[in-house]
């Protein structure tokens, strides 16, 4: 419970649509109105910490794109879009971790990396006639080039820098995977077998 209180906290400081806060002992305790001595029952440094808001608030998006995709509706990359876009929407402090301008934590930029390599190998794994997954298992050129093509126009848009609605990002996007033979019907018009690695 009190590690629960810790990591919404860590949340509200880190996700701050203004900008994050300075990351201290004594802003991280206030805002969840612990003793200091209670943040050490669960992380060993601040670093540990930001690790930690991260992983517990990028899950909650993960779980918005494999629940989309798990739907076994017609079009399993739309269903991808919107559950991905709607959950950072509805959440914008998710947003601001993944992709706000002003997040200089070093530990929180390590995990930008290794949070778009995660959502690389959930795409690929539910979309697997698109993305065609070598023998080792490894998702092509072609899945790291859209996710993180996809990526940047979200935070383009959130960032304010392209001025469209929620709705009008979706259909761009689906339309965007489209283009590259991803969704719809299903069509692979750009030939994805050959950026399967050798």
């Known amino acids: ?9 860590g949340l509200e400081i880190l996700g701050n649509p203004q ?13 969840a109105h612990l ?6 029952e669960s992380f ?6 930001a690790a930690a808001v991260y992983d ?7 779980e918005a794109a494999k ?32 992709f706000s301008p002003h997040q200089l934590n070093a530990t929180l930029v390590r995990k930008r990396f290794e949070s778009t390599a995660t959502f690389v190998e959930v795409f690929s794994k539910y ?29 383009a848009w959130l960032n304010g820098d392209v001025a469209v609605s929620r709705d009008q990002v979706i259909e761009d996007l689906v339309e965007m995977l489209a283009a590259h033979g991803v969704g719809g019907d299903g ?11 050798e």
């Open 1 to 9: 419970m009190r590690k629960e209180r810790l990591l919404h906290a």
């Open 19 to 31: 900008g994050p806060e300075s990351l201290t002992l004594r802003t991280i305790c206030g805002r």
């Open 35 to 40: 003793a200091q001595r209670y943040f050490y």
């Open 44 to 49: 060993a440094d601040k670093d540990e910490f």
């Open 56 to 62: 517990w608030s990028i899950a909650t998006l993960l």
């Open 67 to 98: 629940a989309a995709f798990a739907q076994k509706g017609p079009d399993p990359a739309r269903a991808g879009v919107v559950g991905v876009v709607e959950a950072i929407a509805d959440d914008q402090r998710i947003g601001q971790l993944l």
């Open 127 to 155: 979309l697997r006639s698109e993305y065609q997954l070598d023998e080792h298992g490894q998702a092509p050129l072609l899945a790291h080039f859209l996710v993180g093509g996809a990526g940047q126009a979200i935070a």
């Open 187 to 197: 069509s692979q018009r750009l030939g994805t077998q050959r950026y399967v690695s």
